[in-house]
T-cell receptor
Framework: EAQVTQNPRYLITVTGKKLTVTCSQNMNHEYMSWYRQDPGLGLRQIYYSMNVEVTDKGDVPEGYKVSRKEKRNFPLILESPSPNQTSLYFC?????????????FGPGTRLTVL | DQQVKQNSPSLSVQEGRISILNCDYTNSMFDYFLWYKKYPAEGPTFLISISSIKDKNEDGRFTVFLNKSAKHLSLHIVPSQPGDSAVYFCAAGLAGGTSYGKLTFGQGTILTVHP
């Protein structure tokens, strides 16, 4: 089954304690992204990756890091989480083929930073 | 600067009727647009996309219309079903080079379809 998986699904942590949210896709997509969803703000892109070892900032990259060492994995790293990073996070993988484009999301990770 | 806007926070329609969800954008350079549906506690589900070189794309009950001169796109759902009740997001992106993968989303519209 084609899917994007994220772990953990729920996480409560404290300010300053480094954490990693994993993301994996099995569709061999080149493009992967991380988003956060906050009330009234919709989905905002944090980072995206065009391929292995190629990443770029989205609209709200501050306080986040990513890496793309393998095509299927795109972990999101919070080196020193702060309460304003409490949010719902989504990973996605995408394909672009001429005029065809599609994007598939993971189930989400709800992060609370105390 | 909100480049993609969904000005209607909510929409309510009767089962069997047409649902029309609207989205406006400001960046005339966007090359493609996507619509997503999102249920609570789930990730967004990709519905349909359209390239900027087209003005219409159809997939089953879903049709997306693009009016480039007005910088406006709409999603039509016909006929609407109670299971369509969800939050709908539009998104826009640029093609080519390192721009692929960078998407800008609207704030979402809550669709409620009444039986």
């Amino acid at each position: 089954e084609a899917q994007v998986t994220q772990n953990p699904r729920y996480l409560i942590t404290v300010t300053g304690k480094k954490l990693t949210v994993t993301c994996s896709q099995n569709m061999n997509h080149e493009y992967m992204s991380w988003y956060r969803q906050d009330p009234g703000l919709g989905l905002r892109q944090i980072y995206y990756s065009m391929n292995v070892e190629v990443t770029d900032k989205g609209d709200v990259p501050e306080g986040y890091k990513v890496s793309r060492k393998e095509k299927r994995n795109f972990p999101l790293i919070l080196e020193s989480p702060s309460p304003n990073q409490t949010s719902l996070y989504f990973c996605a993988s995408s394909f672009y083929s001429g005029v065809k484009v599609g994007q598939f999301f993971g189930p989400g990770t709800r992060l609370t930073v105390l | 600067d909100q480049q993609v806007k969904q000005n209607s926070p909510s929409l309510s329609v009767q089962e069997g009727r047409i649902s029309i969800l609207n989205c406006d954008y400001t960046n005339s350079m966007f090359d493609y647009f996507l619509w997503y549906k999102k249920y609570p506690a789930e990730g967004p589900t990709f519905l349909i996309s359209i390239s900027s070189i087209k003005d219409k794309n159809e997939d089953g009950r879903f049709t997306v219309f693009l009016n480039k001169s007005a910088k406006h796109l709409s999603l039509h759902i016909v006929p609407s079903q109670p299971g369509d009740s969800a939050v709908y997001f539009c998104a826009a992106g640029l093609a080519g080079g390192t721009s692929y993968g960078k998407l800008t989303f609207g704030q979402g519209t809550i669709l409620t379809v009444h039986p």
